[in-house]
Structure formats: C-alpha cells, structure tokens
C-alpha cells in the first residue's frame, strides 16, 4: 500500500505563496494524481489534479493562482499556491487515484491570515 504525506502547509499572509508536497512511500509514475482542500462543516473539494502524463486541470477557484506538478523520479507532487486568499484557507489533502477509487494523505493545514 504507497502511503502519501503531505507537507509545506503553515501560515501565510493574504497575497502570499505556499508549496505543498505530497511524498509516496513508492512509485506513482502511473497514477493520476489529485489535491482537494477541505474546511471543517464542508465537503472537500477538487483543486488540482494532474494525470500520469502531465495533463493538468484546475477548479475555476484557483486558475491562474495555483500550479500542479510532479516528480516521478522523487515519488512527488507539489501544489504551488500563489496570490493566496482567506478562503483558500482549509486542509489539503493529496489524492492518488487507483482505478474508480484511490488514496489519501492525512492532509496539511494552510491558514491565510487577511
């Protein structure tokens, strides 16, 4: 079983930049990968997701502010958050997509302070 960790959340003031790292414990060179964002009260939600061969797409909420990537070789994707706004407070988690289904992290808080 590839167990994710996400890392890089933590405080961050309005207009701000975070990156987010999500690390697997093996190899996910072919999987689809995905961040959703939940706040407490609230369904999570897509924010990002990238397939096994780079294609990339975006909730409307933040194209144009965030950027999906990965690193095969380092097991790795990241999420880099840029011009970050109050609502975009929430934990993200990363998603690796296993067929109808898939895993998840634990998640990471991001605050952005007004």
């Known amino acids: 079983q590839v167990q994710l960790v996400e890392s890089g959340g933590g405080l961050v003031q309005a207009g701000g930049s975070l990156r987010l790292s999500c690390a697997a414990s093996?190899?996910?060179?072919?999987?689809?990968m995905d961040w959703y964002r939940q706040v407490p009260g609230k369904q999570r939600e897509f924010v990002a997701g990238?397939?096994?061969?780079?294609?990339?797409n975006y909730a409307d909420f933040v194209k144009d502010r965030f950027t999906i990537s990965r690193d095969n070789a380092k097991n790795t994707v990241y999420l880099q958050m840029n011009s970050l706004k109050p609502e975009d407070t929430a934990v993200y988690y990363c998603?690796?997509?296993?067929?109808?289904?898939?895993?998840w992290g634990r998640g990471t808080q991001v605050t952005v302070s007004s």
């Open positions: 093996g190899s996910i060179s072919i999987n689809a």
């Open positions: 998603k690796r997509n296993v067929g109808l289904s898939g895993s």
């Open positions: 990238i397939s096994s061969s780079g294609s990339t």
